[in-house]
């Protein structure tokens, strides 16, 4: 299965409390009504090993095909759109993509 893995932290402005809510009632419906997903997971990190936490969220798209993301969902309007309020509650961000292996 393929998925685009997104390692990301929140402007200073954007409390976690309210970005959340935002994932509850905006984010996450909207990934899962793009035709190449299957489901959204977000994950807060709160602690690691080594101590530092560099990213403090983790989403992962389970997407369909690759492909048909990037062909056809990345590019919709609707997908742009969300990327660019996305951005706003965003700091810094790094997107991976890839296939399942296990």
Do not use: C
């Amino acid at each position: 299965m393929a998925k685009e893995i997104i390692l990301y932290n929140l402007k200073d402005s954007v409390t976690d409390e309210e970005y959340a809510d935002y994932v509850k009632n905006e984010k996450g419906p909207l990934l899962e009504s793009l035709s190449s997903a299957q489901k959204f997971e977000l994950v807060k990190i709160t602690g690691a090993a080594s101590g530092k936490i560099p990213y403090r969220y983790v989403g992962i798209l389970h997407l369909k095909s690759l492909e048909d993301f990037y062909q056809k969902d990345a590019p919709s309007p609707k997908f742009q759109g969300f990327l660019e309020k996305w951005k706003t509650k965003v700091a810094e961000f790094h997107i991976l993509s890839g296939e399942e292996i296990y």
